[in-house]
């Protein structure tokens, strides 16, 4: 059986459907387009570099929080691989049960932290993605935009449905500038 590859699929049916939606007398001169990179926006805006810093500064704390558990866990492992031999088969047994237990402990500990993380990722990121949307709309609506498309990776494995677009059509760092003007207000 093969597989079919949907992404292409749809995007090209969006765009398509775009084409239908785009009044028939704009001509394509008329049509304006820009483009961003919504990741570099997020990683150069003060607000992004906030919630950066804010998710980082969890992220370390955990690793302080887990690191004795895992140094443990390591040595553990470590005594019962060099003592395997000399153990009698019960203890031998019992130390890697008590292992074992140890952890699936861990991962349930570093799972519900990573739940965490994420919903502090949420948490954070969704008031600064709303403006980031509301600052573009605003942007596109005040310089006559009738497309903007998201271009934030480079080369074509990493991007669907935009392969090319001109550096001239960019305006991230018109979007950056006016996100951070919000942001101080």
């Given at each position: 059986m093969r597989y079919i590859n949907t992404t292409g699929i749809v995007v090209t049916a969006a765009l398509l459907m775009l084409c239908l939606i785009i009044p028939t007398h704009t001509s394509a001169a008329d049509i304006k387009m820009g483009t961003i990179s919504l990741q570099d926006v997020l990683q150069q805006s003060k607000i992004g570099q906030?919630?950066?810093k804010e998710l980082e500064n969890k992220v370390q704390e955990f690793q302080a929080k887990f690191e004795p558990e895992q140094k443990?866990?390591?040595e553990l492992g470590a005594e019962i691989e060099t003592k395997r031999t000399v153990?009698?088969?019960?203890?031998l047994a019992e130390n890697e049960r008590n292992y074992q237990?140890?952890?699936?402990?861990y991962k349930l500990k570093t799972d519900d932290a990573q739940y965490e993380l994420k919903q502090l990722e949420k948490k954070v990121m969704e008031p600064i993605l709303k403006d980031l949307h509301d600052v573009i709309a605003e942007y596109g609506k005040k310089e006559n935009f009738t497309l903007i498309f998201e271009n934030t990776r480079k080369g074509l494995s990493s991007r669907i449905g935009l392969l090319y677009a001109a550096d001239e059509i960019d305006i991230s760092n018109e979007v950056?500038?006016?996100?951070?003007?919000?942001q101080a207000n």
């Open positions: 906030q919630a950066q443990k866990l390591e153990w009698s088969q019960e203890v237990k140890l952890m699936r402990e950056l500038k006016l996100l951070d003007a919000k």
